[in-house]
C-alpha cells in the first residue's frame, strides 16, 4: 500500500468547514483513498472513500487532485462531535486485505 | 443501524492465562477483522477472515493466536497464553464486499488487560 503523509493536528472553528489535507504521491493507478476516523477510545468510523473522481456523502466530501498524488476531506459544517483522529489508507480495493492505519491527524473543533 | 458488537467491554485476566474474545458481526457481512490498539499507539491490523479461512495475517499474528467463526453469526478471538504486552483495545470489524462499495464497520472494542 501507498504510503500517506497528513498533519499531526488541525483546530477548526464549530460550524466552519474543516479541510483535512493527505498527500500519497506514490499511490498506484488501481489504489483508492480511504477516510477513516476514531473518536477517543471508540472503534475506528469509516467516512468515505474514492479513486479519482470527487465524492460525497451524508458524512463528508472528497476531494482528490487529477494527478492522485493528494486528496482532501472536507467536513462542510464541523461540530464538536467530529473532534476525533482522522486516518487517510490508500489501499487496491476489494479482498480480505487488513488496513494499514498510520497516525493520522487529530482534528480539535473549537467552540 | 446495523452493528457489530463486541463482548466483554472490558477483561481482565492473569498472564499465562487463555482469553477469548468475541463478536457478532454484522449479518450480511461477508469478510471479518480483528486489530488492536495499544494504548496510545496505531490501530494495527492482525488478521482477516473470508470463506471460513484467514485470508491475511500480519506478524503480530503469531501461534499463540486462533480465530474461529464457530456457528456462522460469531467470531472469536483466542489468545492462547496472554502476555503483559498482549494489554490493548481489540477492534472486531466486518465488512460486506471488502470495501468495494462500503467501508469496514468497526465494533466498540474489547479493552484486554493482563495483569
Known amino acids: 500500500d501507498a504510503k500517506t503523509t497528513q498533519p499531526t493536528s488541525m483546530d477548526c472553528a464549530e460550524g466552519r468547514a474543516a479541510n483535512l489535507p493527505c498527500n500519497h504521491s506514490?499511490?498506484?493507478?488501481?489504489?483508492?483513498v480511504y477516510w477513516y476516523r476514531q473518536i477517543h477510545s471508540q472503534g475506528p468510523q469509516y467516512i468515505i472513500h474514492?479513486?479519482?473522481n470527487n465524492e460525497t456523502n451524508e458524512m463528508a466530501s472528497l476531494i482528490i487532485t487529477e494527478d492522485r498524488k493528494s486528496s482532501t476531506l472536507i467536513l462542510p459544517h464541523a461540530t464538536l462531535r467530529d473532534t476525533a483522529v482522522y486516518y487517510c489508507?490508500?489501499?487496491?480495493?476489494?479482498?480480505?486485505?487488513?488496513?494499514?492505519f498510520g497516525k493520522g491527524t487529530h482534528l480539535i473543533i473549537q467552540p | 443501524e446495523p452493528e457489530v458488537t463486541q463482548t466483554p467491554s472490558h477483561q481482565v485476566t492473569q498472564m499465562g492465562q487463555e482469553v477469548i474474545l468475541r463478536c457478532v458481526p454484522i449479518?450480511?457481512?461477508?469478510?471479518f477483522y480483528w486489530y488492536r490498539q495499544i494504548l496510545g499507539q496505531k490501530v494495527e491490523f492482525l488478521v482477516s477472515?473470508?470463506?471460513?479461512?484467514?485470508?491475511?495475517k500480519s506478524e503480530i499474528f503469531d501461534d499463540q493466536f486462533s480465530v474461529e467463526r464457530p456457528d456462522g453469526s460469531n467470531f472469536t478471538l483466542k489468545i492462547r497464553s496472554t502476555k503483559l504486552e498482549d494489554s490493548a483495545m481489540y477492534f472486531c470489524?466486518?465488512?460486506?464486499?471488502?470495501?468495494?462499495?462500503?467501508?469496514?464497520?468497526f465494533g466498540s472494542g474489547t479493552r484486554l488487560t493482563v495483569v
Open positions: 470489524a466486518s465488512s460486506v464486499d471488502g470495501q468495494v462499495n462500503y467501508g469496514y464497520t
Open positions: 506514490t499511490i498506484s493507478g488501481n489504489e483508492y
Open positions: 474514492g479513486l479519482k
Open positions: 489508507i490508500v489501499r487496491v480495493v476489494g479482498g480480505a486485505d487488513g488496513l494499514t
Open positions: 449479518s450480511n457481512h461477508l469478510y
Open positions: 477472515f473470508y470463506n471460513n479461512e484467514i485470508s491475511e
